[in-house]
Structures are given as structure tokens and as C-alpha cells.
């Protein structure tokens, strides 16, 4: 005899957006509640695009049951609960304020805006809707060895900690003739580098060490400052380089910074899309007095930790294998060994933003905990601005 399993409450998702943060997204709202026993069935309801046909080519492909054209409609539609917004950072702010005045939960990819001001904006509507939950895309503090790093720093296996170093390496723009796409273009993008990868090791050298950043000094540069239009575009400068089908770039390609914690805890950041043969290479690495930890996404099943207390002829760094049930998310995973991916630290996201709606508590990262990155990426911008900041030296023939 067969028995009907009960059906969950859907929480009906309205995404806008849908390259690549949207089909991984996607991916997480599909996968959640197959992995992890959630109180919602995410119910993929309606993807939103400008483009008719590529909006229904993508619903097609990744999952959605229905399309929009237009993210106001999808915004006040009731069969959606909840809006992931997968745009450029020059639509988040008002899809996000429009969503959750419409009384929607949002999901909003990183950086959470394209300056203080609208980020402060987003931070406002979500003060002002506090029974909807609004949370920042910040995946990478869900890969479960990063979250095992927190627990270990919270857990003061680290001690007090004196040292953050992070750097997020790319090389998709080593190439001189790749085009000038929109992460290039300041009024789409807000930054280059800096916002893109930066903001992804300031949220995470904040949420390991606990800590907002006090201050930052910076240097950030372009190193190829006009690319071939993307074919398509209509040249936006006058002259020959638009003439030879050239635009210029209007935001950094690299970004170096160092911090200080109020705890007296120092930090390194570099982000850059120029480290030749670094695919996607978010390093870190914090020492304590007790201890250190390392990382790299290259290898996210992965942390590296060195006991300071262990006697001195058994110390060294140990390699742990972050696939053990009782490691953060791994309960909803595979036995140990069996590895995960980028695509969990989405599904993780998902499974912690559908927990926070049924308990109606603010999950971490807040539209607070983005604004505050916000203010560290002005920061640095401010900083490399400032010649007075970098102190040139004498030019030496070595
Ligand atoms: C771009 O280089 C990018 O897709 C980022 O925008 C993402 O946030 C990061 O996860 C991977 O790289």
C-alpha cells in the first residue's frame, strides 16, 4: 500500500537575472531541499529578463516555471515570496527597494550596491520591512571549510589573531583584446576588481575575525585602459580609439589594501583579474597566537591548521578533509571523502535564507553586514584616490 507524503508550504522565488549568478542560483533553489530537511519547498516561479526569448530559453533550461519582462510586475506578483536579484550592481538598489516594500523577501547578489548611498538606501528598506528578511550574496562564508574556520576562530583555537591575508585571484582579463562586457564599465559595475572579487575577502576577513575594519590604505590600477566593443555596442567615445571600435575601461583591473581590525589585528587584501593561470583563487590565511589557518577555493574541501600547543616535534600544518557529518553542512551531504563544490556554497545560501523566513530572524550577511562592506570598498577607493597616502621613492638603477 502506498501513503501520500505531505506536501511543504512553497515559498514561491521570483529571480531577476539569469546568467551566470543566475544559473547558479538557480541551482541552489533546485538542490535545497533535496539536501537539507527545510520547514519551505522553494518553488522556482517566475525568472525575469528583458529579452523574451532568452528569458524563456533560460526558464527552459534552468528550472523556472514561469517568465516576466519586467521585474515590476514580477515584484508584485502573489504567487512570489521571495526576489533574488542576479542583476549588475546598477539595478540592485531599486529592485530591492521596490521588492521588499512590496513585502517580499530579497536575496541580493554581492556587492550589495554600487555605492554607500544606495547600499545605505537598501540597508534603510530593510530596517523599515523587519518582518521580511533581506540577506547579501556573500556565498563563499557558506563553503563548509570556512565556516569551520570561524567556528575554530570563535572557539579561540586561534588565540588572538594579529594577521588576515587574503587574495582573490582571476586571469579572465589577461587577454588585451578580451571586450569591454560590463564588469568594465563603471556606472554598470561600481568597480573592477575591488567590488567584483574584493568585496567577496572583505566580507570574509570580517566574518572570520568578527570584526569590522577600522581602516584601509590603498592601490589600486588599470593596466589595459581601453578594449574592443563587445559586438553590438555603440562606441560611447568620440575620436579614433571609438573609431577602431575601442571603449574605455572606467574601473580598476586590480586592487592591493591593507586594514587594521580594532582589535589590533592587521589585514592584506588583493584582488586582482590579472594573476595568469589563477582561475578562481580566493586564498587566506590567518595567524593567531594560539594557531593558524589556511585556505584556498581552488581546493574548498579543504583547511589547513596549525596547533601552536601541539609538542614541538609533532607541530606542523594538518591537513583537514572538510566532508566529516559533523562539519558545517555536511549533514545534508555525502559520507566522508565525497567532496563538494562551488555550486554547495549556493545550495547553503539557500538552505540558510529559507530557515531565516520560517524563523523570521535576519540571516548573516544582512543588508547591514553589505553596507558595511560597501563602506570599506569607498574606503579604498577614497585611499588610492589620495597620492598624500602612497609615498613614492626615489627612483633607483639596481
Ligand atoms: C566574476 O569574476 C565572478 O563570477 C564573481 O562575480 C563571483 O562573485 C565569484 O563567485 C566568481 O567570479
Known amino acids: 500500500m502506498t501513503s501520500p507524503v505531505a506536501p511543504k508550504p512553497h515559498l514561491g522565488i521570483g529571480m531577476v537575472g539569469y546568467a551566470f549568478m543566475g544559473a547558479v542560483h538557480s541551482q541552489g533553489w533546485r538542490t535545497a531541499a533535496r539536501a537539507f530537511d527545510l520547514p519551505y519547498e522553494p518553488h522556482l516561479t517566475a525568472i525575469c529578463g528583458r529579452d523574451t526569448e532568452s528569458v524563456r530559453t533560460a526558464a527552459g533550461k534552468m528550472g523556472w516555471a514561469s517568465t516576466e519582462t519586467d521585474w515590476r510586475s514580477l515584484i508584485t506578483r502573489d504567487d512570489i515570496d521571495l526576489v533574488d536579484i542576479c542583476t549588475p550592481g546598477d539595478s540592485h538598489a531599486e529592485i530591492a527597494i521596490a521588492a521588499l516594500d512590496a513585502g517580499k523577501h530579497v536575496l541580493c547578489e554581492k556587492p550589495l550596491a554600487n555605492s554607500v548611498k544606495d547600499a545605505r538606501k537598501m540597508a534603510d528598506a530593510a530596517a523599515r520591512n523587519p518582518g521580511r528578511i533581506a540577506m547579501a550574496g556573500f556565498n563563499y562564508r557558506r563553503a563548509p571549510a570556512l565556516s569551520l574556520a570561524r567556528r575554530l576562530i570563535e572557539d579561540g583555537r586561534l588565540g588572538a589573531l594579529r594577521h588576515v591575508r ?21 556606472e554598470r559595475a561600481g568597480s573592477g576588481a575591488l567590488g567584483d572579487l574584493g568585496s567577496h575577502i572583505i566580507d570574509l576577513a570580517q566574518f572570520l575575525t568578527g570584526e569590522p575594519l577600522a581602516g584601509v590604505t590603498a592601490l589600486t590600477t588599470r593596466f589595459v585602459p581601453r578594449r574592443p566593443l563587445p559586438s553590438g555596442a555603440s562606441s560611447d567615445a568620440a575620436g579614433s580609439p571609438a573609431a577602431r571600435g575601442l571603449g574605455e575601461v572606467t574601473v580598476d583591473d586590480a586592487a592591493l589594501f591593507t586594514g587594521r581590525f580594532p582589535s589590533g589585528a592587521l589585514a592584506s587584501f588583493e584582488a586582482t583579474r590579472f594573476a595568469n593561470g589563477r582561475k578562481n583563487a580566493l586564498r587566506l590565511e590567518v595567524n593567531g597566537e594560539r594557531g593558524s589557518l589556511t585556505f584556498d577555493l581552488e581546493r574548498l574541501n579543504e583547511l589547513h591548521f596549525y596547533d601552536g600547543s601541539a609538542p614541538a616535534a609533532e607541530s606542523g600544518f594538518r591537513r583537514i578533509l572538510v566532508t566529516e557529518p559533523d562539519h558545517p553542512y555536511l549533514e545534508g551531504w555525502w559520507p566522508p571523502g565525497h567532496g563538494l563544490g562551488y555550486e554547495h556554497t549556493f545550495v547553503h545560501q539557500a538552505r540558510d535564507l529559507i530557515q531565516a523566513v520560517a524563523d523570521g530572524a535576519q540571516p548573516s550577511p544582512s543588508f547591514d553586514d553589505g553596507l558595511q562592506v560597501q563602506r570599506v570598498l569607498a574606503a579604498v577607493e577614497e585611499s588610492a584616490s589620495k597620492d598624500s597616502i602612497y609615498i613614492p621613492l626615489p627612483l633607483y638603477s639596481l
Open 166 to 186: 587574503l587574495a582573490y585571484l582571476q586571469d579572465w582579463l589577461v587577454d588585451p583584446e578580451f571586450p569591454l562586457t560590463w564588469r568594465l564599465r563603471r
